[in-house]
């Protein structure tokens, strides 16, 4: 997508360079806001945390499936959810990080597909609850520590504010983070205004 009338800043003189992408903090930000490139580059991430301890946990059968799966839980997820409290996700998302999360307890255990073991069997040998739950847990979490963050917080202002210009497609338009929570929040039966309505008593 090309950018259209982008800011020029300059810095001692040196004009900088507008690019699609770049990555802040461990987080890759694009023109587009699409999902798929920072994903992408969490599970490249994670594959080579994973590749680094193969010979020490999985290669290695002195060790208990408890162990491994302990070390999996605590070095590779926490680097494949990267920032994943303030996604905007899609289905195809959750697919592509539950079949490598699947992928990779299935090494754990010694599995091969033409075994096959059902998914649930496999999360269940390893101890291993799946992503999706987890990646709802940790929205969640984020989301109640914006809510009780002061109103001068630019945080708390983006989740509550509104734009008083401009509006969404008509046909198929992308999904705001609010949506994802609305969705989240509405399978739990919690209502949204609710949510607003605590975060306003608390101010008061």
């Not at 810095?11 to 994903?39: H, M, P, Q, R, W």
Request: glycine share 4%; net charge positive; with cysteine.
């Amino acid at each position: 997508m090309p950018l259209t009338d982008a800011p020029i800043f300059t810095v001692n003189a040196i004009t900088l360079k507008n690019i699609s992408s770049f990555t802040y903090l461990g987080s890759n930000l694009s023109f587009s806001c699409d999902l798929n490139n920072e994903i992408h580059c969490l599970l490249n991430l994670a594959s080579s945390a994973f590749g680094r301890l193969n010979d020490q946990m999985v290669v290695n059968r002195n060790l208990r499936t408890h162990t491994s799966a302990s070390v999996y839980k605590a070095v590779v997820i926490p680097t494949l959810l990267y920032g994943s409290e303030v996604w905007v996700l899609y289905r195809h998302h959750i697919r592509l990080l539950e079949s490598f999360h699947t992928r990779r307890l299935q090494q754990i255990l010694d599995l091969h597909w033409w075994y096959k073991v059902s998914h649930s069997v496999i999360r269940r040998r390893a101890g291993v609850a799946p992503l999706a739950p987890l990646l709802t847990r940790r929205q969640l979490r984020w989301l109640g520590h914006v809510i009780r963050m002061p109103t001068n917080r630019l945080s708390r202002r983006v989740l509550f504010g509104q734009l008083t210009h401009g509006r969404r497609n008509a046909c198929c338009p992308k999904k705001h983070y609010i949506d994802c929570i609305k969705l989240i929040l509405k399978r739990c039966i919690i209502p949204f205004n609710l949510l607003e309505t605590l975060a306003a008593d608390r101010d008061i």
